[in-house]
């Protein structure tokens, strides 16, 4: 069985502030992907990154960076320098090798950038 | 490409009727899916397609749910006789090729059921 957990489930911070979302997952699969996803108050899911079980290397993109840590079961996500327009629901997902392409989510986190 | 597009994107019904959500996937994706988002569960898997075929439904709520894929441009989710508790929005997502590639969700449909 996959399990996704996103402890918080609510973060305020001001605009400018750098901000990490939190994600811990379970899988029996040796190979699994990771994902995450926004979803502004809009209510489409914005995909943002994928990350193979392989490949252990920190990613930045822009303002994003992610820190994916196979020993604690992690995948953290931290904004840098925040802006207003980062206010949504995050969300962190897991796709098992054995899984097809389902994904499982976990319960989100909203983020609230205050100016 | 237009992306996913989902079609009502919303729907008020009452009890007991029909209601039937659309969905075309991103020209040459070979995975959909039909995921339910709801304030108490998040978001849930109900349903998946590869080419066309229903490969896990494990999801679905109840037999008042079904999903069918005619071809590779179309999917319909249908419930009937709907219920209040149904309301929901219901997401359609595809997917391409490899395993484990990244979904690209439509807009969503918002399903109230009075």
């Known amino acids: 069985a996959q399990k996704v957990t996103q402890a918080q489930t609510e973060i305020s911070v001001v605009e400018k502030e750098d901000v990490t979302l939190d994600c811990v997952y379970e899988?029996?699969?040796?190979?699994?992907?990771l994902f995450w996803y926004k979803q502004p108050p809009s209510g489409e899911l914005v995909f943002l990154i994928r990350?193979?079980?392989?490949?252990?290397q920190n990613e930045i993109s822009g303002r994003y960076s992610w820190n994916f840590q196979k020993s604690t079961s992690s995948f953290n996500f931290t904004i840098t320098a925040s802006q207003v327009v980062d206010s949504a629901v995050y969300f962190c997902?897991?796709?098992?090798?054995?899984?097809?392409?389902?994904?499982?989510f976990g319960g989100g986190t909203r983020l609230m950038v205050k100016p | 490409d237009a992306g996913v597009i989902q079609s009502p994107r919303h729907e008020v019904t009452e009890m007991g009727q029909e209601v039937t959500l659309r969905c075309k996937p991103i020209?040459?994706?070979?995975?959909l899916f039909w995921y339910r988002q709801t304030m108490m569960r998040g978001l849930e898997l109900l349903i998946y397609?590869?080419?066309?075929?229903?490969?896990?439904d494990s999801g679905m709520p109840e037999d008042r749910f079904s999903a069918k894929m005619p071809n590779a441009s179309f999917s319909t989710l249908k419930i009937q006789p709907s219920e209040p508790r149904d309301s929901a929005v219901y997401f359609c997502?595809?997917?391409?090729?490899?395993?484990?590639?990244?979904?690209?969700f439509g807009q969503g449909t918002r399903l109230t059921v009075v």
């Open positions: 997502a595809s997917s391409q090729g490899r395993p484990n590639t990244e979904a690209f």
């Open positions: 899988t029996r699969d040796t190979t699994y992907y």
């Open positions: 990350r193979n079980s392989f490949d252990e």
């Open positions: 997902a897991l796709s098992g090798n054995n899984a097809g392409n389902m994904l499982t």
């Open positions: 020209s040459g994706h070979d995975y």
């Open positions: 397609f590869n080419n066309n075929v229903p490969i896990d």
